[in-house]
């Protein structure tokens, strides 16, 4: 193929679209300035990689004679305690606060409290918390300062704009149905581009690089997925104009040779749905019976619905549900048929053959077996990060003390991080392993664990520790060490949560439950 060499790709699907090269996407912006002069919480709901952030990039350049904006992304920081989230919002607005001792509240509401007397602030937050205990609580303060500022007319009501994949009403919901659901937000339901901001947003980027007929193709092919539109365009930039046609025209062959499967953005995506116990959820059922033409209603007042509209599977096509655009048909498509043959194997491959069979037969079954094991680490293992491959393994370590302070009771914990085979620990109930695999994520070269103690009846040395493991750094076996302290005898069940970010991107949460 020619390429263009020593060309600057200007389409970057892995980060937010710069403010100045975005779309401006009008009918949205105006309906939620509209929603900011009334409302206290808008909730924008999207599934990931659909323009959320670039959209709360470009809110805050409106209305700032009457506000001040404030931008927290509370996904990127993994929060695992909401003091923790309290802080994060004392340390972004503190300097809007005439009179503070310096000491973070006790209580987010409290800190909302504090914020009454300046001009009204508009918090921007892009994602919730992954911890959804942590971002049911935030919830719940958001809520009572709300009826307390309707109450009080006199106090300025600062808005919440929260950009997520989640719906808040649900997230309450889950955590707890005797609480009332959070009902007091207006839902914004974030569209994919039209077609003419699709190629706007191409043109913009890339002048006249591509043809009105091809932009009009990649359109057919993504639908105006804000991602997928990035992902094409990067692949296709590179080729000369017929190679471009030659591509849009073969689809299936395209997706394959770029490596779609490998990207993070569908490997999230395929762990969520075609895990190894989801793939006879109810929510893999209905989204199977989409993918085959089943003439279902598209209603958001049904949760399998609205589940799998917000993990981005499906659209609204004149009131039926489709599936979202023609390259996830092509995912879909291909994961229910690999997922299918990997549990008919895994369902067989534990039998031995009875009676006579023939030598190629033999190694037919054994190959089948070899490859099930090299697709369900390929599929089921979630997003990869390139040129690592490693074990995590914990341990737990009995250490009793002196006689003097042998009533308390003391553990050390490792987590070690190795590219050698972990040691068995599959007979020990407080200890766990996980294989770690990321691949085609971000650009930066170091990879961080960090581990949160999450437990109110154990105490740690530190609740937190932060490791960067080099990509090429072979030799070494970095690990995770520290005290864990029981202050509380009669419960023994506590977790361990390993995050793994690249850069501020949080790409894996793995849990370590202990039995002490």
């Known amino acids: 193929m020619n390429t263009l060499e020593n060309t600057t790709n200007p389409f970057v699907y892995t980060s937010p679209i710069l403010k100045d090269k975005s779309v401006t996407r009008e009918k949205i912006v105006k309906e939620i300035y509209d929603d900011i002069n009334s409302k206290t919480c808008i909730s924008i709901m999207a599934s990931r990689q659909t323009g959320k952030t670039t959209l709360l990039n470009a809110l805050d350049s409106e209305f700032t004679d009457k506000y001040i904006y404030i931008h927290i992304n ?164 590179k080729l000369d104009s017929k190679e471009i046609d030659d591509q849009l025209d073969k689809l299936s062959e395209f997706l394959e040779n770029v490596g779609l499967d490998s990207t993070t953005h569908i490997q999230t995506m395929v762990s969520n749905l075609f895990g190894t116990d989801k793939l006879n959820s109810n929510l893999t059922k209905v989204l199977e019976a989409i993918l085959n033409g089943a003439n279902l209603p598209f209603s958001l007042s049904s949760k399998i619905i609205r589940d799998l509209y917000l993990q981005g599977c499906i659209r609204d096509n004149q009131g039926v549900c489709a599936i979202r655009n023609p390259i996830y048909q092509h995912v879909f498509e291909k994961q229910f048929k690999l997922a299918k043959q990997l549990q008919a194997i895994m369902d067989t491959g534990s039998q031995t053959p009875t009676g006579m069979i023939s030598e190629s037969r033999l190694t037919e079954i054994l190959q089948q077996q070899a490859e099930s094991i090299k697709q369900l680490s390929d599929y089921f293992q979630g997003p990869q990060l390139s040129n690592y491959s490693g074990y995590v393994a914990a341990e737990i370590f009995v250490d009793n003390g002196s006689e003097a302070d042998s009533a308390e009771k003391t553990w050390t914990m490792r987590v070690q991080f190795t590219q050698e085979q972990p040691i068995d620990i599959s007979d020990s109930s407080s200890a766990c392993y996980e294989k770690i695999v990321v691949r085609d994520g971000q650009d930066t070269p170091e990879v961080e664990f960090t581990v949160f103690l999450y437990s109110e009846t154990l105490q740690a040395t530190t609740s937190r520790q932060i490791i960067k493991l080099e990509r090429e750094a072979h030799d070494l076996i970095p690990e995770l060490n520290f005290t864990l302290k029981s202050i509380d005898d009669s419960i023994t069940n506590h977790r361990i949560y390993v995050q793994v970010l690249q850069g501020t991107r949080l790409i894996q949460t793995l849990t370590v439950n202990l039995a002490l």
């Open 74 to 237: 509370l996904e990127a920081c993994g929060f695992y305690d909401i003091k923790e989230v309290t802080h994060e919002f004392w340390s972004k607005t503190k300097h809007l606060i005439y009179h503070y001792d310096s000491t973070t509240p006790d209580r987010i509401i409290d800190y909302f409290r504090l914020l009454h007397n300046n001009k009204p602030i508009i918090f921007l937050i892009d994602e919730i918390c992954p911890n959804r205990e942590v971002a049911a609580e935030l919830l719940r303060h958001i809520r009572a300062y709300y009826m307390e500022s309707f109450v009080d007319k006199s106090k300025h009501k600062h808005v919440f704009v929260i950009a997520g994949s989640t719906d808040l009403g649900d997230l309450t919901m889950e955590e707890n149905y005797l609480i009332s659901p959070f009902n007091i937000a207006e839902k914004i339901y974030l569209p994919d581009f039209t077609p003419s901001e699709t190629q706007g947003l191409i043109t913009r980027l890339s002048d006249d690089k591509f043809s009105e007929i091809q932009i009009s193709k990649i359109y057919e092919t993504t639908l105006g997925h804000p991602y997928l539109v990035q992902y094409v365009c990067h692949h296709l930039y």
